[in-house]
């Protein structure tokens, strides 16, 4: 086992879209594959037909490549040589070890029918009993351990439907060790017969599960917590197929909660408490409405891949230190499960956006401003990548999203319709509108125009004028874009230039006088 080369996958079912907590999970294998230098593979575990969602594996595949999660095997990835990676497509190979588990004693024929089924259960909880078909009631059905074997063969040569189930053994301790949580003891008392081997000739996803981890050579499970109650059987069944000595190493992800830590962050939350709870967003078939239904993601809120990863890699883990910003290379490098907490991990909208926020300080001008530029153009606004770098430049500070643009700068592009009425009140009277104007008139006369040739010129005209410059400070940034605060006045203006600026002054003493004086 020591010598293996580490392999794990991501196996999701394509019931849905991939909540943000499977995400994680990928995250993880994939972090712990890089570390190690092993692989990641991407298995699609589609066995129950009943809740195939159509697109949900396009969806999947789309989503981890947007986090930029890149598994070097699977669906979607290019085929190594396990191939195939989707269940479906690998449908002959399980009879066989389902059947090599009834050989052996350890699986047996089910032939009971829905309605017999149905009859068990109601009698046995009417004698206040657990309804499981196990080692006790399986004895009172109709399998081939009550059955003689000839009517078993006759059963099965008619054509009669049949499962396969699993024979738990009665009464045994099964021991999991889990990386993360330590041993976790089950008694096989609590258990009951799974069907591993369906009617419709697919195996069941305990057997599929166990099946392609080993003919995949998996060595390590890591998934989420609600799948614990799966490994004892899991573990049953790699003693009773003989596979004990390559059996995967597990550990189980603790659960993500919604940020007042009260139960699970579900697929339904997303909507409900105002955040996303999916990478992307799109619109996938519900199983339950039998509709089509639309959900958001955090690629359309306006999340940077690097951030949304950098903040799911802490929810759940934690570094050696306190440092809290990584990249993809530096996750990989510090990665080990041993700091996987066993307690659930409350997600934090707030923490999210501040995430966002330093990853767009990160980015460089001339990318942010091609982001920007996209949008100003379907705006028609007629600007040059180099003017919106330096746009960018002076308000991304206070920007989370590349979405908050526009709000916090479309006055770079855009002359202000309206001037902020309380400034305006407090502010605007002869000498100041004199004032206006007469910086209007030094600033056309400017040469250089920049922003500290414009500020020295604001200056001496408000000394020759005998005003003290704080009085019209706030009234100038007015008058220039419409608001009393933005970005470092200025620079502002060498952005604007000589004529806007001029015209803006102008445009302001003109529209503020009118205003005035017709009050
Ligand atoms: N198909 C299971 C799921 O949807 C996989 C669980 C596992 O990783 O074993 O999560």
Redesign the pocket.
């Known amino acids: 086992m020591e010598n293996r080369r580490v392999r794990v996958r991501f ?3 394509p019931t849905g879209p991939l909540h943000m907590g499977g995400v994680r999970t990928a995250l993880y294998n994939y972090l712990f594959a890089k570390h190690h230098g092993g692989d990641f593979i991407l298995r699609i ?1 589609d066995t129950d037909q009943n809740r195939f969602v159509p697109g949900a594996e396009a969806y999947i595949i789309e989503a981890l490549s947007w986090c930029g999660i890149h598994p070097n095997e699977g669906v979607g990835f290019g085929d190594g040589p396990y191939a195939p990676y989707r269940q479906s497509d690998r449908k002959p190979m399980y009879r066989q070890y389902a059947e090599q588990l009834v050989n052996a004693g350890h699986a047996y024929y089910a032939f009971d029918t829905s309605e017999e089924l149905e009859e068990m259960r109601k009698r046995i909880e009417a004698a206040g009993g657990s309804s499981s078909y196990n080692a006790i009631t399986r004895q009172n059905m109709k399998n081939s351990l009550t059955l003689s074997e000839d009517e078993v063969k006759n059963r099965i040569a008619a054509g009669e439907t049949y499962v396969i189930r699993m024979k738990i053994p009665r009464n045994e301790e099964i021991r999991v060790k889990d990386l993360i949580r330590g041993w976790v003891v089950v008694h096989s008392g609590q258990m009951d017969d799974k069907v591993l081997f369906k009617s419709d000739g697919m195996p069941t ?1 305990h057997l599929a ?1 166990v099946v392609d981890d080993y003919t995949m050579k998996i060595t390590h ?1 890591i ?2 917590e609600e ?1 614990l109650p799966s490994a004892p059987l899991h573990v049953l069944l790699y003693r009773s197929l003989g596979w004990e000595s390559v059996m995967p190493e597990f550990a189980h992800l603790p659960l993500l909660l919604r940020p007042d830590g009260n139960g699970k962050l579900s697929k339904r939350d997303g909507d409900r408490l105002g955040f996303p709870v999916f990478p992307i967003s799109g619109s996938l078939l519900d199983t339950k409405t039998n509709k089509p239904e639309s959900f958001s993601g955090y690629r359309e809120a306006g999340y940077f891949p690097d951030a949304f990863i950098n903040m799911l890699a802490l929810l759940g883990w934690h570094s050696s230190g306190n440092q809290e910003l990584y990249t993809m290379e530096e996750l990989i490098k510090e990665f080990s499960l041993d700091r996987v907490s066993k307690s659930g991990a409350k997600f934090d909208p707030e923490k999210t956006k501040w995430f966002n926020q330093q990853y767009l300080r990160k980015r460089s001008d001339a990318e942010l401003a091609a982001v920007w530029l996209k949008e100003l153009q379907a705006k028609n606004i007629n600007t040059t990548q180099a003017y919106v770098e330096k746009a960018v430049h002076l308000i991304k500070e206070k920007a989370v999203f590349s979405t908050d643009f526009w709000s916090l700068g479309s006055f770079l592009f855009e002359a202000p319709v309206a001037y902020d009425a309380e400034v305006i009140k407090k502010r605007w009277n002869e000498k100041s509108a004199q004032f206006v104007d007469a910086v209007a008139k030094a600033f056309a006369a400017l040469e250089p125009f920049t922003a500290a040739s414009a500020e020295t010129c604001f200056k001496q005209t408000a000394e020759t004028m005998g005003i003290k410059t704080g009085e019209v400070m706030q009234l100038f940034r007015v008058c220039l874009i419409g608001a009393p605060v933005g970005p470092a006045l200025f620079e502002l203006i060498e952005l604007l230039g000589k004529t806007e600026s001029v015209k803006r002054l102008e445009e302001a003493h003109k529209k503020i006088k009118v205003t005035v004086t017709g009050a």
């Open positions: 196996a999701p079912s575990e996803y599960n499970v998934r989420g799948w």
